[in-house]
């Protein structure tokens, strides 16, 4: 069983920065892909942002290009998300997710999270 445990959510001033993690635990083969997802109750889900474990190529939604930046270092199992110059419409809960990917074609909107974390939250205040 996959279990994926994010950190880093918080609140910050417009313009400012934060850095989520997301520590992955369980897998025993090589065949998914990690991204980042986000919604708030009575909020429709936004896929935000994912990168192929395998070579490292990375998919983004319109909304967060130039801002975001998802990386993986592969030695710690870890996921991050950098995100600078956050905006009021920022404001979410964060999921880290993982999707079955066997074949590494799928990109950000192909997604479809087979495991997810239990959320953190970003605050972004005007």
């Known amino acids: 069983q996959v279990q994926l445990v994010e950190s880093g959510g918080g609140s910050v001033q417009a313009g400012g920065s934060l850095r989520l993690s997301c520590a992955a635990f369980?897998?025993?083969?090589?065949?998914?892909?990690m991204g980042w997802f986000r919604q708030v109750p009575g909020k429709e889900r936004e896929r935000v942002a994912h990168?192929?474990?395998?070579?490292?190529?990375?998919t983004y939604a319109d909304s967060v290009k130039g801002r975001f930046t998802i990386s993986q270092d592969n030695a710690k199992n870890t996921l991050y998300l950098q995100m600078n110059s956050l905006q009021p419409e920022d404001t979410d809960v964060y999921y880290c997710?993982?999707?079955?990917?066997?074949?590494?074609?799928?990109?950000?909107?192909?997604?479809?999270?087979?495991?997810w974390g239990r959320g953190t939250q970003v605050a972004v205040c005007s």
């Open positions: 997710v993982e999707a079955w990917d066997p074949w590494r074609w799928v990109q950000l909107d192909a997604m479809i999270p087979r495991y």
């Open positions: 369980g897998h025993t083969d090589n065949s998914y892909c």
């Open positions: 990168i192929n474990t395998d070579s490292g190529a990375t």
